[in-house]
C-alpha cells in the first residue's frame, strides 16, 4: 500500500488534503504532520513514497524541510511535491528546485490535479525502486543520464565558452621574441618567463623532434606548415594545441624570424579519446558482460547484431539466428511461448522499455535455462521507432539462489546510499553465516590502499577504516578476480596483520566493477571458521557484487550529472530571459522554454528554425542586422533596446544583449542572444517622468503659495502690528510729560524700550518673511540687501555685479531666484568658513545667469554635482528641481580649500 506523508502548519489543509486522496486514492495511507520538524521525524521513521510540502510554515519553512530530507541518505530518494500559493512565482520553483523539490502544486488545492501528480509520483517512484533492483536497467539509466550529462556540458561549452586565438613569434633558433596574452594564458605562465625561452622547450619532449623538423622544413616556396603539438602546463597537465607557423624573410631571402598562430584543441583531442574510449565501452559491454545483446527492427523479424553470449546461453550460433531470426524463439518451452509471444504482439509504438517474462529454453544438451530479456526503443530526430535494442541474460543461478537471497534482496530494494551498504554486509553476513563483511572503496589516487565504507562483525555496524593492500588477499580481488580461501587464509598471507586481529580462517572477496568495468571497490566476507557451501559464497558474492558496484557508480555518475544539469539549467531555463542560440545567417537553431514564453509560441520548438528577424519590429530590422556584423568584426557584446514581435505580431519593449560563438580555430558559427522584455521598465520610466514633472509643478505651486503666505503675514505685521505698536509708542511717550508719580514714570519708560524692542523686531520679521524691496526694486535690490544684512551681522565682506540689465520676471520665478540665492549665502554661513563672498548677475541671449562665489573651505564634488546623490544636501537638491521646472540648471564648481562657485542659469520668456 502506497504511504503518504503530508506536511502543513495549517491542520485545516491537511484535512482537506487527506479527505481528498482517501477519496480518489483509497488504496493509499495518508499521515500528517502540523510541522516541518515533525515531518522530518516521521519521514526518516516511516519511509513514505511521496511527501506533500507546504512552504511558508513557522520555525522551519518548506524549503528548510526540503533540503534536509534530500540531505539525508535515508529520505533523499523520496519525491516532493510543494504545495503553496507561492507555488505559481517562478522565484519560489527555482528555490524549490535548488532545495530539491519534484514538482509544485498551487493553493488552493485543485483535486484532480493533486491527485494526478500523486499518481504520478508513484509512477515514478515505483520505477525507480525496480529499476534500483536491476542491473541492467541501472546500467541503462547511466547510460542515458550520461548521455545527457554529455549534452549538457555541450550546450553549456556552446553558450559560455570563446575561444581566442594565440599569437607568437621566434628566431630561426627556436627563442621566443613575442607572446600575446592568450598564448599566455594558454600556457598559463607569465609573459616574462616566456620570452627569451626556446619554444621547443615548452613542447612536450616526445614532441619536440617532429616539431622542429616541421618547422625547419618551412621554406620561401612554400612558407606555411599545420601541426599538431602536445604541451606539459605547470600543474603536470596535458594541452594540446593546433598551430600554422609560417616562415618569414627578409628581401634578400634570409630567413629572419616564425609567426604562429595556435588554437587549444585539448578538447577535441579529449572528445576523441572519450569516443573511442566510449566505443571501446561499447564494445566491451556487448561482448563481455555475459548477456546477450541485440539489435533488431521493430516487428523483430530482421536481426541487425547479436552478441557472442547468444552462443553460450542459447548453444547455437550467432549466424544461426541472424540466417533465421526468429529460431531464439524455437528452444522457449511451449507452455512460455505464448506469454512471450502476446508481448511482442501487443507492444505499442510509444513505450520506453519492453519488458517480457521470464521463460525458459532448453538447449540441445538437454539442460535447462532461464531467461530474462528487455527490449528497449531507439527512435530518430521526429520520434518515429526504427529499431529495437534488447538484452537477455541467463537467470538460472538467479533462480536456484532465489530463496537464500531473498533476504538479502528483501532488505536492499527500497535502499540506497550508506543504508544499501549497511543492509548489504549485514544481510551477506546473515545469509552466509560470515562473522564479518565488508564493503571498501578503491580510488586512483590511492591505488595501494582500501576505504572501507561500512564494516559488520557479529551482527553490529564497527568504525571504517584502511589498510594497505599488499600482503593481503584483497590484493588479488582488486587485481579484478574473485577471490575464495576456504581456510588457513592467514598461513597464505602472514603479513596481512588484519586477518590475525579478526582472527579469520576464511576469506572471499569480489571486486565491484562499474558499467564500463572500471575498479570502484570490493565486497569482502571472512570467518574464524572454514568456509564450506562454495557455490553458494561465489554466486551470492557475484550477484551482489554487480548490484554494490552499480550502486557505487551511480552515486558517483548522478552527482556528475545533477551539477551539470544543474549548471545548464540556472544559467539557461532558470533565466528569466530568453536565450536563443542564432546561426550566422540569423536562423534560429536553439531557443529556451523562457524565449517561447516571451515571444508568444506554444513550445521553443516552434521557434527553432526561423529567422531570427521576424521576431524584430520592421522599424529596428536594419539595426539589428548591422549590430550582428558589428559583434562578428570586433567580437564585442551589445546591448540594445529594440521592438519585438510575438507570435501574433504585437509589439512590445525589448532588449537584446548578443555574443559570437566562435569554433576551436576562432572562426566564428553562430550568436547567442539573450533578450528581455523590458516593457515594464519603460512603462515605469515614463510614469516616473511624468510623476517628476508633476512633482516639480506642485513644488513651484507650492512655493509660490509659501511665499504668497509669507508677504500677506508681512503686510499684517507691518500694517496691523506695526501701526498698533508705533500707536502705543506715541502713548508712552507723552505719558512721561504729565505730572506722574516717579515709579509710574520709570515704568512707562521701561514699557516703552520693550515697544521701540517690539516696532524693530517685527520689522526685521517682516523683511524675513517677505522683503519688500524684491517686489518694489527688484531682484538685484533684494540680493544687496541680502548681502548688506550678511556684512553687518557677520563681518562677511559682500561683493554684487551686475553686468546686464535684468528683464521683467514673473513673480514665481523672481522669488525662485532670491530664494535660491538666499539658501546658497546661507549655506556659505553654516559651512563654509568663508571671509567674503561676491555675487555676479548677467544675461546673456535669453538665459539670466547668477554666479555666487565664496572662498571658503570648499568640498570635493565628485558624485555631488548629480540630481540623486544625498551627498548634495535636501537644499542643493530643492534648488535644483525648482529650477529645471523653469528649464533652468545649476552647476557646482568646489574642491578642498580652494573656494566654492555655485553657477544658476534659467531662461527666461520676454
Same mark, same amino acid.
Given at each position: 500500500?502506497?504511504?503518504?506523508?503530508?506536511?502543513?502548519?495549517?491542520?485545516?489543509?491537511?484535512?482537506?488534503?487527506?479527505?481528498?486522496?482517501?477519496?480518489?486514492?483509497?488504496?493509499?495511507?495518508?499521515?500528517?504532520?502540523?510541522?516541518?520538524?515533525?515531518?522530518?521525524?516521521?519521514?526518516?521513521?516511516?519511509?513514505?513514497?511521496?511527501?506533500?510540502?507546504?512552504?511558508?510554515?513557522?520555525?522551519?519553512?518548506?524549503?528548510?524541510?526540503?533540503?534536509?530530507?534530500?540531505?539525508?541518505?535515508?529520505?533523499?530518494?523520496?519525491?516532493?511535491?510543494?504545495?503553496?500559493?507561492?507555488?505559481?512565482?517562478?522565484?519560489?520553483?527555482?528555490?524549490?528546485?535548488?532545495?530539491?523539490?519534484?514538482?509544485?502544486?498551487?493553493?488552493?488545492?485543485?483535486?484532480?490535479?493533486?491527485?494526478?501528480?500523486?499518481?504520478?509520483?508513484?509512477?515514478?517512484?515505483?520505477?525507480?525502486?525496480?529499476?534500483?533492483?536491476?542491473?541492467?536497467?541501472?546500467?541503462?539509466?547511466?547510460?542515458?543520464?550520461?548521455?545527457?550529462?554529455?549534452?549538457?556540458?555541450?550546450?553549456?561549452?556552446?553558450?559560455?565558452?570563446?575561444?581566442?586565438?594565440?599569437?607568437?613569434?621566434?628566431?630561426?633558433?627556436?627563442?621566443?621574441?613575442?607572446?600575446?596574452?592568450?598564448?599566455?594564458?594558454?600556457?598559463?605562465?607569465?609573459?616574462?618567463?616566456?620570452?627569451?625561452?626556446?619554444?621547443?622547450?615548452?613542447?612536450?619532449?616526445?614532441?619536440?623532434?617532429?616539431?622542429?623538423?616541421?618547422?625547419?622544413?618551412?621554406?620561401?616556396?612554400?612558407?606555411?606548415?599545420?601541426?599538431?603539438?602536445?604541451?606539459?602546463?605547470?600543474?603536470?597537465?596535458?594541452?594540446?594545441?593546433?598551430?600554422?607557423?609560417?616562415?618569414?624573410?627578409?628581401?634578400?631571402?634570409?630567413?629572419?624570424?616564425?609567426?604562429?598562430?595556435?588554437?587549444?584543441?585539448?578538447?577535441?583531442?579529449?572528445?576523441?579519446?572519450?569516443?573511442?574510449?566510449?566505443?571501446?565501452?561499447?564494445?566491451?559491454?556487448?561482448?563481455?558482460?555475459?548477456?546477450?545483446?541485440?539489435?533488431?527492427?521493430?516487428?523483430?523479424?530482421?536481426?541487425?547484431?547479436?552478441?557472442?553470449?547468444?552462443?553460450?546461453?542459447?548453444?547455437?550460433?550467432?549466424?544461426?539466428?541472424?540466417?533465421?531470426?526468429?529460431?531464439?524463439?524455437?528452444?522457449?518451452?511451449?507452455?512460455?511461448?505464448?506469454?512471450?509471444?502476446?508481448?511482442?504482439?501487443?507492444?505499442?509504438?510509444?513505450?520506453?522499455?519492453?519488458?517480457?517474462?521470464?521463460?525458459?529454453?532448453?538447449?540441445?544438451?538437454?539442460?535447462?535455462?532461464?531467461?530474462?530479456?528487455?527490449?528497449?526503443?531507439?527512435?530518430?530526430?521526429?520520434?518515429?521507432?526504427?529499431?529495437?535494442?534488447?538484452?537477455?541474460?541467463?537467470?538460472?543461478?538467479?533462480?536456484?539462489?532465489?530463496?537464500?537471497?531473498?533476504?538479502?534482496?528483501?532488505?536492499?530494494?527500497?535502499?540506497?546510499?550508506?543504508?544499501?551498504?549497511?543492509?548489504?554486509?549485514?544481510?551477506?553476513?546473515?545469509?552466509?553465516?560470515?562473522?564479518?563483511?565488508?564493503?571498501?572503496?578503491?580510488?586512483?589516487?590511492?591505488?595501494?590502499?582500501?576505504?572501507?565504507?561500512?564494516?559488520?562483525?557479529?551482527?553490529?555496524?564497527?568504525?571504517?577504516?584502511?589498510?594497505?593492500?599488499?600482503?593481503?588477499?584483497?590484493?588479488?580481488?582488486?587485481?579484478?578476480?574473485?577471490?575464495?580461501?576456504?581456510?588457513?587464509?592467514?598461513?597464505?598471507?602472514?603479513?596481512?596483520?588484519?586477518?590475525?586481529?579478526?582472527?579469520?580462517?576464511?576469506?572471499?572477496?569480489?571486486?565491484?566493477?562499474?558499467?564500463?568495468?572500471?575498479?570502484?571497490?570490493?565486497?569482502?566476507?571472512?570467518?574464524?571458521?572454514?568456509?564450506?557451501?562454495?557455490?553458494?559464497?561465489?554466486?551470492?558474492?557475484?550477484?551482489?557484487?554487480?548490484?554494490?558496484?552499480?550502486?557505487?557508480?551511480?552515486?558517483?555518475?548522478?552527482?556528475?550529472?545533477?551539477?551539470?544539469?544543474?549548471?545548464?539549467?540556472?544559467?539557461?531555463?532558470?533565466?528569466?530571459?530568453?536565450?536563443?542560440?542564432?546561426?550566422?545567417?540569423?536562423?534560429?537553431?536553439?531557443?529556451?522554454?523562457?524565449?517561447?514564453?516571451?515571444?508568444?509560441?506554444?513550445?521553443?520548438?516552434?521557434?527553432?528554425?526561423?529567422?531570427?528577424?521576424?521576431?524584430?519590429?520592421?522599424?529596428?530590422?536594419?539595426?539589428?542586422?548591422?549590430?550582428?556584423?558589428?559583434?562578428?568584426?570586433?567580437?564585442?557584446?551589445?546591448?540594445?533596446?529594440?521592438?519585438?514581435?510575438?507570435?501574433?505580431?504585437?509589439?512590445?519593449?525589448?532588449?537584446?544583449?548578443?555574443?559570437?560563438?566562435?569554433?576551436?580555430?576562432?572562426?566564428?558559427?553562430?550568436?547567442?542572444?539573450?533578450?528581455?522584455?523590458?516593457?515594464?521598465?519603460?512603462?515605469?520610466?515614463?510614469?516616473?517622468?511624468?510623476?517628476?514633472?508633476?512633482?516639480?509643478?506642485?513644488?513651484?505651486?507650492?512655493?509660490?503659495?509659501?511665499?504668497?503666505?509669507?508677504?500677506?503675514?508681512?503686510?499684517?505685521?507691518?500694517?496691523?502690528?506695526?501701526?498698533?505698536?508705533?500707536?502705543?509708542?506715541?502713548?508712552?511717550?507723552?505719558?512721561?510729560?504729565?505730572?506722574?508719580?516717579?515709579?509710574?514714570?520709570?515704568?512707562?519708560?521701561?514699557?516703552?524700550?520693550?515697544?521701540?524692542?517690539?516696532?524693530?523686531?517685527?520689522?526685521?520679521?517682516?523683511? @524675513?518673511?517677505?522683503? /519688500?524691496? $524684491?517686489? *518694489?526694486?527688484? &531682484?538685484?535690490?533684494?540680493?544687496?540687501?541680502?548681502? #548688506?544684512? %550678511? !556684512?553687518?551681522?557677520?563681518?562677511?565682506?559682500?561683493?554684487?555685479?551686475? @553686468?546686464?540689465?535684468? /528683464?521683467? $520676471?514673473? *513673480?514665481?520665478? &523672481?522669488?525662485?531666484?532670491?530664494?535660491?540665492?538666499? #539658501?546658497? %549665502? !546661507?549655506?556659505?554661513?553654516?559651512?563654509?568658513?568663508?571671509?567674503?563672498?561676491?555675487?555676479?548677475?548677467?544675461?546673456?541671449?535669453?538665459?539670466?545667469?547668477?554666479?555666487?562665489?565664496?572662498?571658503?573651505?570648499?568640498?570635493?564634488?565628485?558624485?555631488?554635482?548629480?540630481?540623486?546623490?544625498?551627498?548634495?544636501?535636501?537644499?542643493?537638491?530643492?534648488?535644483?528641481?525648482?529650477?529645471?521646472?523653469?528649464?533652468?540648471?545649476?552647476?557646482?564648481?568646489?574642491?578642498?580649500?580652494?573656494?566654492?562657485?555655485?553657477?544658476?542659469?534659467?531662461?527666461?520668456?520676454?
Amino acid at each position: 500500500m502506497p504511504r503518504i506523508l503530508a506536511i502543513d502548519d495549517v491542520l485545516d489543509n491537511l484535512i482537506t488534503i487527506e479527505s481528498v486522496l482517501n477519496s480518489y486514492l483509497p488504496n493509499c495511507q495518508v499521515s500528517t504532520a502540523l510541522s516541518g520538524k515533525k515531518g522530518i521525524e516521521m519521514a526518516a521513521a516511516n519511509k513514505p513514497d511521496i511527501i506533500l510540502l507546504d512552504i511558508l510554515m513557522p520555525e522551519m519553512d518548506g524549503y528548510e524541510v526540503c533540503e534536509h530530507l534530500k540531505n539525508k541518505e535515508e529520505t533523499r530518494h523520496i519525491p516532493i511535491i510543494m504545495v503553496s500559493a507561492l507555488g505559481s512565482m517562478s522565484e519560489s520553483r527555482v528555490k524549490g528546485l535548488d532545495a530539491g523539490a519534484d514538482a509544485f502544486i498551487s493553493k488552493p488545492v485543485d483535486a484532480p490535479e493533486l491527485v494526478a501528480q500523486v499518481k504520478v509520483m508513484l509512477r515514478i517512484k515505483e520505477v525507480e525502486d525496480t529499476l534500483r533492483n536491476e542491473r541492467n536497467n541501472l546500467e541503462k539509466l547511466v547510460e542515458l543520464r550520461t548521455e545527457k550529462l554529455f549534452e549538457s556540458e555541450k550546450k553549456y561549452k556552446s553558450i559560455i565558452e570563446d575561444q581566442t586565438q594565440a599569437i607568437i613569434r621566434y628566431k630561426p633558433e627556436g627563442i621566443l621574441t613575442f607572446v600575446n596574452d592568450s598564448f599566455c594564458r594558454m600556457l598559463r605562465r607569465k609573459r616574462e618567463s616566456l620570452l627569451g625561452l626556446s619554444l621547443y622547450t615548452l613542447v612536450a619532449p616526445e614532441n619536440i623532434a617532429e616539431v622542429r623538423k616541421k618547422v625547419e622544413g618551412l621554406t620561401k616556396e612554400n612558407p606555411l606548415g599545420i601541426d599538431e603539438r602536445k604541451t606539459i602546463l605547470p600543474d603536470g597537465s596535458v594541452s594540446w594545441q593546433q598551430w600554422t607557423d609560417r616562415a618569414i624573410y627578409n628581401n634578400e631571402g634570409e630567413l629572419i624570424e616564425y609567426q604562429a598562430e595556435g588554437v587549444d584543441i585539448t578538447g577535441r583531442k579529449n572528445a576523441e579519446a572519450n569516443l573511442r574510449e566510449s566505443e571501446e565501452k561499447f564494445r566491451q559491454l556487448a561482448e563481455n558482460i555475459g548477456q546477450v545483446f541485440w539489435l533488431a527492427s521493430p516487428d523483430m523479424e530482421h536481426i541487425y547484431y547479436i552478441s557472442p553470449a547468444y552462443e553460450e546461453i542459447w548453444g547455437k550460433s550467432c549466424q544461426s539466428l541472424l540466417d533465421n531470426p526468429t529460431s531464439w524463439f524455437d528452444p522457449i518451452f511451449d507452455e512460455e511461448k505464448r506469454q512471450v509471444r502476446d508481448v511482442i504482439d501487443s507492444y505499442l509504438e510509444d513505450f520506453d522499455e519492453l519488458r517480457f517474462p521470464e521463460f525458459r529454453i532448453k538447449k540441445h544438451d538437454g539442460t535447462t535455462r532461464w531467461i530474462q530479456a528487455n527490449a528497449y526503443p531507439i527512435k530518430d530526430n521526429t520520434g518515429k521507432l526504427i529499431r529495437l535494442a534488447g538484452l537477455a541474460k541467463d537467470i538460472t543461478q538467479r533462480k536456484k539462489l532465489e530463496e537464500a537471497t531473498n533476504q538479502i534482496t528483501g532488505g536492499i530494494e527500497s535502499v540506497t546510499g550508506n543504508v544499501f551498504f549497511q543492509t548489504l554486509v549485514n544481510s551477506l553476513a546473515k545469509v552466509l553465516d560470515a562473522e564479518f563483511a565488508f564493503v571498501g572503496k578503491f580510488t586512483e589516487e590511492a591505488p595501494g590502499k582500501i576505504f572501507t565504507l561500512v564494516v559488520n562483525q557479529g551482527g553490529e555496524l564497527k568504525d571504517n577504516f584502511e589498510y594497505d593492500l599488499e600482503g593481503t588477499p584483497c590484493n588479488n580481488v582488486v587485481a579484478g578476480e574473485l577471490c575464495i580461501y576456504t581456510e588457513n587464509v592467514q598461513e597464505q598471507f602472514p603479513e596481512d596483520h588484519l586477518l590475525k586481529e579478526m582472527g579469520a580462517n576464511s576469506y572471499a572477496g569480489v571486486p565491484l566493477f562499474s558499467s564500463s568495468n572500471m575498479l570502484l571497490g570490493i565486497l569482502v566476507v571472512l570467518d574464524k571458521k572454514p568456509l564450506v557451501d562454495l557455490e553458494l559464497i561465489k554466486t551470492v558474492l557475484q550477484v551482489f557484487s554487480g548490484r554494490a558496484g552499480a550502486e557505487l557508480e551511480r552515486l558517483n555518475t548522478e552527482k556528475a550529472l545533477v551539477e551539470s544539469e544543474e549548471k545548464f539549467r540556472t544559467i539557461v531555463e532558470a533565466s528569466p530571459d530568453a536565450v536563443l542560440r542564432i546561426d550566422l545567417n540569423t536562423g534560429i537553431t536553439y531557443a529556451s522554454t523562457r524565449a517561447a514564453e516571451i515571444f508568444g509560441f506554444e513550445g521553443y520548438k516552434e521557434l527553432v528554425g526561423k529567422p531570427f528577424n521576424e521576431l524584430i519590429a520592421p522599424d529596428f530590422r536594419e539595426k539589428i542586422e548591422s549590430i550582428f556584423k558589428n559583434v562578428v568584426a570586433d567580437g564585442t557584446v551589445r546591448d540594445e533596446e529594440c521592438m519585438l514581435l510575438t507570435k501574433e505580431q504585437s509589439a512590445y519593449h525589448g532588449e537584446l544583449s548578443t555574443s559570437v560563438i566562435r569554433d576551436n580555430s576562432g572562426k566564428p558559427f553562430g550568436f547567442i542572444v539573450i533578450a528581455k522584455d523590458i516593457t515594464q521598465r519603460k512603462d515605469a520610466e515614463n510614469a516616473i517622468k511624468v510623476y517628476q514633472e508633476n512633482l516639480r509643478s506642485m513644488t513651484s505651486e507650492l512655493n509660490l503659495a509659501v511665499e504668497k503666505e509669507r508677504r500677506r503675514i508681512a503686510v499684517d505685521l507691518h500694517d496691523h502690528l506695526g501701526q498698533s505698536l508705533a500707536m502705543a509708542r506715541i502713548k508712552l511717550s507723552g505719558m512721561k510729560n504729565e505730572q506722574l508719580p516717579e515709579k509710574t514714570v520709570e515704568d512707562v519708560v521701561e514699557t516703552e524700550k520693550y515697544v521701540i524692542d517690539a516696532i524693530q523686531n517685527s520689522r526685521t520679521l517682516t523683511y @524675513e518673511l517677505s522683503p /519688500p524691496v $524684491l517686489f *518694489e526694486l527688484g &531682484l538685484a535690490a533684494a540680493i544687496n540687501w541680502k548681502l #548688506e544684512q %550678511l !556684512n553687518g551681522k557677520y563681518q562677511l565682506e559682500t561683493n554684487l555685479e551686475v @553686468e546686464d540689465e535684468i /528683464p521683467e $520676471l514673473s *513673480e514665481d520665478l &523672481l522669488i525662485l531666484l532670491f530664494r535660491s540665492v538666499s #539658501e546658497l %549665502l !546661507n549655506n556659505i554661513i553654516k559651512h563654509a568658513k568663508a571671509k567674503s563672498v561676491s555675487v555676479k548677475i548677467n544675461f546673456k541671449g535669453r538665459y539670466l545667469n547668477i554666479n555666487v562665489n565664496d572662498d571658503g573651505k570648499g568640498f570635493e564634488t565628485a558624485g555631488v554635482d548629480t540630481k540623486y546623490n544625498k551627498k548634495a544636501g535636501i537644499g542643493l537638491f530643492s534648488i535644483r528641481e525648482r529650477l529645471e521646472y523653469f528649464e533652468g540648471k545649476m552647476y557646482i564648481d568646489s574642491a578642498l580649500e580652494k573656494g566654492t562657485k555655485i553657477y544658476l542659469s534659467v531662461p527666461v520668456n520676454q
